[in-house]
């Protein structure tokens, strides 16, 4: 009986640990992802601005018409750990290497890995 029970507990304990969740991929235009834990390592693509139109001014996007994107040292995504950003309006590249804690995205198409981490 003893044996029993063992195994009763020892199921339901393995039951009630849920599983970890697949990584987003592709990762959502908006928002701050921590690596490893929502998002995997690797090289990711959009296809740019998640802008239904432009807004110019003096042949110059304006910030909100544009796509950026920001890894960071620490997994609190604050500016003064940030390790590597770029903004565009077209298509772009973020490697996300392991190394970094988050990856953050603004008013991007959404990010598809194209190769696992650098």
Known sequence: ????????????VAMA???????????PGNGVFHV?????????HTGGSGSAFGVWINDVPTQESMCSWFTYSTPD???DHVVA??????????????????FESHNCQ???RV???P
Request: glycine share 6%; aromatic share 6%.
């Open 36 to 44: 490893g834990a929502d998002i995997a390592p690797g090289l990711y």
């Open 1 to 12: 009986m003893f044996a029993r029970v063992c195994i009763v507990c020892v199921a339901a």
């Open 85 to 102: 950003a770029n903004t565009s309006i077209g298509p772009m590249y973020a490697s996300i290497p392991a190394s970094v804690k988050a």
């Open 77 to 79: 995504a604050t500016k």
């Open 17 to 27: 640990v849920p599983a970890a969740a697949d990584p987003l991929d592709p990762i």
């Open 110 to 112: 959404p990010w598809t």
């Open 115 to 117: 190769t696992d981490s």
